[in-house]
């Protein structure tokens, strides 16, 4: 079963594809390689591209055929965002949409999205829980926030089915 992993050449995409391969699904990796690695695609295709590019994303659906989508693709740093809010609401929310409608356009319904622990902001009350309040304090949070409110729509209109995952700390040694 074909999985396609966007942002798979990242740390964390990249041990993501280790992980499905070892349980017998194949990542088909779709990267732009603009902060990701070619050397850390190891466990599938690279397929070079960029979310705002439809029409190539829609060519790896149609020749991949992707059962799922682990979509990891985005800008992640905080400080970068308070500079430069555009760079980020274009990559972050723009990019995701145009994934959103290519699985549309391909029948595709399942989506594991890598939010962040930054749509919390400052939490009133510890611990943090998945139903604490999101009030994010930077552009990434915001970008982040907006694409799970855009999952929500999604899901409720057009029957996708989407696994979120909000890290505070992605480390560890391989």
């Given at each position: 079963?074909?999985?396609?992993?966007?942002?798979?050449?990242?740390?964390?995409?990249?041990?993501?594809?280790?992980?499905?391969?070892?349980?017998?699904?194949?990542?088909?990796?779709?990267?732009?390689?603009?902060?990701?690695?070619?050397?850390?695609?190891?466990?599938?295709?690279?397929?070079?591209?960029?979310?705002?590019?439809?029409?190539?994303?829609?060519?790896?659906?149609?020749?991949?055929?992707?059962?799922?989508?682990?979509?990891?693709?985005?800008?992640?740093?905080?400080?970068?965002?308070?500079?430069?809010?555009?760079?980020?609401?274009?990559?972050?929310?723009?990019?995701?949409?145009?994934?959103?409608?290519?699985m549309r356009e391909h029948g595709v319904r399942q989506i594991v999205f890598s939010s962040s622990c930054a749509t919390y902001g400052i939490p009133r009350f510890l611990p943090i829980t998945e139903s604490s309040e999101q009030t994010p304090t930077n552009p990434y949070?915001?970008?982040?926030?907006?694409?799970?409110?855009?999952?929500?729509?999604?899901?409720?209109?057009?029957?996708?089915?989407?696994?979120?995952?909000?890290?505070?700390?992605?480390?560890?040694?391989?």
């Amino acid at each position: 079963m074909n999985i396609l992993v966007t942002g798979g050449a990242g740390y964390i995409g990249s041990h993501t594809c280790k992980a499905l391969a070892s349980d017998g699904f194949q990542p088909v990796v779709y990267d732009n390689l603009v902060r990701g690695h070619r050397s850390l695609v190891k466990w599938g295709d690279l397929v070079v591209g960029n979310l705002h590019d439809t029409e190539a994303l829609s060519d790896v659906f149609h020749r991949y055929r992707p059962e799922a989508v682990l979509h990891f693709a985005a800008f992640a740093y905080v400080g970068e965002s308070v500079e430069h809010p555009a760079k980020y609401f274009h990559n972050n929310v723009g990019g995701s949409m145009h994934l959103l409608d290519v699985m549309r356009e391909h029948g595709v319904r399942q989506i594991v999205f890598s939010s962040s622990c930054a749509t919390y902001g400052i939490p009133r009350f510890l611990p943090i829980t998945e139903s604490s309040e999101q009030t994010p304090t930077n552009p990434y949070g915001l970008s982040k926030l907006m694409i799970e409110q855009i999952l929500k729509s999604y899901s409720d209109a057009y029957g996708v089915r989407a696994m979120i995952l909000r890290y505070f700390n992605a480390c560890g040694a391989d």
